[in-house]
């Protein structure tokens, strides 16, 4: 079955440290690759998004990601956090065959010190 | 536009109590999914519809769950009768020909 991992759960970070967070899939076909946040109560919003094209994809915020086909890997990045960016963050792949469905990773939570 | 709307935002009630959540999809758009989200098992897709016809509800999680959505403007979400276990965020969101998904603020159910 199609499934998405995110290597970390939770992620502690001083401010103006350096951010990556690790998200592989497991699906050979073509995918589109999300990557969403979810703010402390809150709903979840979409930081950034790869269909196809340049695979270094830049989102809001300073965020940036990285598809790497080779590796079904889309790590999300960003220089340097701040203590508002703390936060959940999700991972997602839209199959390309299976219409707008997406499959979610486990989420990661990063609590950004001041 | 005011993006996807959900109703109520937060539900408390007993259990074995019918329990109706309710979404208003984006204008225009054409699919809208159901998610519920808990701390044990993250975020899962219950069902999701295109065209206010349900394309894969393999997620939903046991006869006691049912959605409808009457016209592309709005959907339900029904748990009867509902289980303390049933407790967690219900997300509803929208996108337009299976694209950026948007997401509704959420509505917090608790079954005591």
């Known amino acids: 079955a199609q499934s998405v991992s995110q290597h970390n759960h939770h992620v502690i970070l001083s401010e103006a440290a350096s951010l990556e967070l690790g998200c592989n899939y497991s699906?050979?076909?073509?995918?589109?690759l999300f990557w969403y946040v979810q703010y402390p109560g809150q709903h979840l919003q979409l930081l950034l998004k790869y269909f196809s094209g340049d695979p270094l994809v830049k989102g809001i915020k300073g965020f940036e990601a990285e598809f790497i086909k080779s590796k079904f890997s889309f790590n999300l990045r960003k220089p340097s956090v701040q203590w508002s960016d703390t936060a959940e963050y999700f991972c997602a792949v839209n199959l390309y065959n299976q219409g707008g469905k997406l499959i979610f990773g486990q989420g990661t939570e990063l609590s950004v010190k001041p | 536009d005011a993006g996807v709307i959900q109703s109520p935002r937060h539900e408390v009630t007993e259990m074995g109590q019918e329990v109706t959540l309710r979404c208003k999809p984006i204008s225009g758009h054409d699919y809208l999914f159901w998610y519920r989200q808990t701390m044990m098992r993250g975020l899962e897709l219950l069902i999701y519809f295109n065209n206010n016809v349900p394309i894969d509800d393999s997620g939903m999680p046991e006869d006691r769950f049912s959605a409808k959505m009457p016209n592309a403007s709005f959907s339900t979400l029904k748990i009867q009768p509902s289980e303390p276990r049933d407790s967690a965020v219900y997300f509803c969101a929208s996108s337009f020909q299976g694209g950026e998904q948007f997401f509704g603020p959420g509505t917090r159910l608790t079954v005591l």
């Open positions: 699906y050979g076909g073509t995918v589109n």
